[in-house]
């Protein structure tokens, strides 16, 4: 039975593929066929899982072209399918017929909810925990409620935690499990003394709800934190970024490892020392490993360079529902070296599900865009009065500001302001702006910030 499973899932994603349709569909039918299928499976002898608010996606292709650079035979999907449908479709298609899988390494990113029931299958070695934020909330609800459930998936005391020692409540993941490595980010020019954000998820400890002290914020709640009420802490990370330079994109790692950034984003940062710390505990040479993440350019689409006409563009793919994910897009527009014109869109908030659930716009540091490089800002889609609403509690001039309802007519933006283009938005309208533009090749990229 155990073989016909495997084929049917092979066969069904070929014709899945011809017909460009998803990674999910073969695994959900394996599941019914035998929905003890992944139990089934002989598992290599790496199994990285990744999991967390953001980051999951750009962090697993990280440390497969790392791994893959370090002369690892490695699978991994591609397509991003995280719920246990699309991990199936992944386990299955990269084994032989009795089972087995071929790869050095399999690497899974899971959806945050829905690792409790991969899991319960099989177990990872090595499990990377990125961060918790808001996100969804008319899906997940607070971070703490996602953290009860990935708390639910971590069920064998062999494997590896990898956790982000920075944030307090991936933090709490460690509590009763012995196998711990944690990853972070030293106190550096970026850091804050006090939280910026329009709100605070960290002023009280996630552990005993007193209030949590900061000696210095990296973004967000993010940083170096203690709780002098029940002692929960930063603990020290075996791998961290003991320099960073942001501006011109370089960072060390342990006080020996260069590693380039082609992206300067703090989020590229940390996906990026999460996967130099995943290469080093399977084995990889740490040189070359810090040689193949620097100025390596992703390929998830999260960052894509554009040309309309005579001007040039940069697409930063955030996540709606997801204030973080903004706020990190926006600290790159504004630190444009150059003048430029901001286009959000926001017209469809899910590709899942319908939700006009707005209130997350109201967590964005929309603010940080009142900088001298964004000569215009154009808000566009189905919410564009909601943002603009948004904008009118912000010190930004109205006269930068445009409105356009219809994305038919985004082409029309580009006429607007001056300067390079960066929009932000997420997967669910990124293609609404691409079709109307010419997608750049990866050596043509030249980026504003």
């Known amino acids: 039975m155990k073989a016909i499973v495997i084929v049917i899932c092979k066969i069904l994603t070929k014709i899945g593929k011809l017909l460009n349709k998803g990674s999910s569909l073969p695994g959900k039918i394996a599941l019914k066929l035998c ?25 697993v292709e990280l440390i497969a072209h790392t791994l893959e650079s370090c002369g690892f035979n490695v699978a991994y999907n591609k397509e991003g399918s995280n719920q246990i449908e699309g991990v199936t479709t992944l386990v299955l298609n990269n084994c032989d017929l009795s089972g087995k899988v071929k790869a050095q390494v399999l690497i899974v990113e899971s959806d945050e909810r829905f690792a409790r029931y991969t899991f319960s299958h099989f177990s990872p070695t090595h499990y990377v925990f990125t961060n918790l934020y808001r996100d969804q909330l008319s899906r997940n609800g607070h971070p703490e409620f996602v953290f009860d459930a990935l708390n639910d998936s971590i069920k064998d005391k062999n494997t590896t935690l990898v956790l982000n020692a920075d944030d307090p409540l991936i933090s709490l993941f460690a509590k009763g499990h012995d196998k711990v490595v944690w990853f972070g980010v030293e106190k550096n020019s970026l850091s804050k003394e006090k939280n ?45 970024v003991t320099s960073l330079d942001l501006e011109n994109g370089s960072f ?32 990889a040479d740490k040189t070359l490993a810090a040689e193949a993440i620097s100025n390596h350019v992703l390929k998830n689409g999260r960052l894509t360079c554009f040309a309309s006409g005579e001007r040039n563009g940069v697409l930063l793919t955030s996540k709606h529902e997801n204030s973080v994910s903004y706020n990190q897009s926006i600290a790159l527009a504004a630190s444009s070296k150059k003048p430029c014109t901001v286009v959000i869109i926001v017209d469809a908030i899910s590709r899942k599900y319908f939700t ?71 997967f669910s309208d990124r293609d609404k702006l691409l079709s ?14």
Not at 52 to 59: D, E, I, L
Not at 216 to 235: L, P, Q, V
């Open 35 to 59: 929905p003890n299928i992944l139990g089934r499976i002989k598992f290599c002898d790496y199994v990285i899982a990744v999991t967390g608010s953001n980051g999951k996606t750009s962090t």
């Open 436 to 449: 109307n533009v010419e997608i750049l090749e990866p050596e043509k990229w030249t980026l504003p910030f």
């Open 356 to 426: 006009g659930e707005i209130s997350w716009l109201w967590d964005i540091d929309f603010e940080k865009l009142n900088s001298p490089a964004v000569e215009k800002i154009i808000l566009a889609g189905r919410y564009c009065y909601d943002l603009a609403n948004r904008f009118s509690y912000t010190d930004i001039p109205q006269k930068k500001i445009e409105i356009v309802s219809d994305t038919q007519k985004l082409p029309y933006t580009f006429s607007l302001g001056s300067g390079d283009i960066i929009a932000i938005t997420c």
């Open 252 to 283: 060390v790692i342990n006080g020996e490892h260069n590693v380039s950034l082609f992206l300067k984003s703090i989020y590229n940062v940390y996906n990026s020392l999460a996967a130099f710390a995943v290469a080093d505990l399977v084995g």
């Open 196 to 240: 910026d954000s329009v709100y605070n998820d960290g002023a009280y400890c996630p552990n005993c709800k007193e209030k949590m002290d900061y000696d210095f914020y990296h973004y967000a709640h993010i940083g170096s934190y203690e709780c002098k009420s029940c002692g929960h802490k930063r603990n020290e990370p075996q791998y961290k």
